[in-house]
């Protein structure tokens, strides 16, 4: 089994920073995808960021390219989200999720096994 606990999230007003982590424990090795994902109240949950530990590289929804940047400690079993120019848009549950094997489907939240219990990121003017 593997527990993922976020942390990170809060209260930020327009146009601020926050930077969410996800901290992996239990049987972490050869844990390979690590994404994140939010939701909002009345939306399905929306792919953000996915990292490979194998391949190293990480990936991007669009709209997300250049304001978020997903990291990981593999050392700590870490993985990171900074968040940047947020808006009132941004205001969401925020969730980590890890995979065993990385696939094509990194952007499916099916694809991953385990997932945090979220952590909530309000954005306000």
């Known amino acids: 089994q593997v527990q993922l606990v976020e942390s990170g999230g809060g209260l930020v007003q327009t146009g601020g920073s926050l930077r969410l982590s996800c901290a992996a424990s239990?049987?972490?090795?050869?844990?390979?995808?690590m994404g994140w994902f939010r939701q909002a109240p009345g939306k399905e949950r929306e792919f953000l960021a996915a990292?490979?530990?194998?391949?190293?590289?990480?990936y991007y929804t669009n709209s997300m390219k250049g304001r978020f940047t997903i990291s990981r400690d593999n050392a700590n079993n870490t993985v990171y989200l900074q968040m940047n120019s947020l808006t009132d848009e941004d205001t969401a549950v925020y969730y980590c999720?890890?995979?065993?094997?990385?696939?094509?489907?990194?952007?499916?939240?099916?694809?991953?096994?385990?997932w945090g219990q979220g952590t909530q990121v309000t954005v306000s003017s």
């Open positions: 999720a890890a995979a065993t094997s990385w696939s094509g489907s990194y952007d499916q939240p099916s694809w991953y096994r385990y």
């Open positions: 239990g049987r972490t090795f050869g844990m390979d995808a």
């Open positions: 990292i490979s530990r194998s391949r190293g590289i990480a």
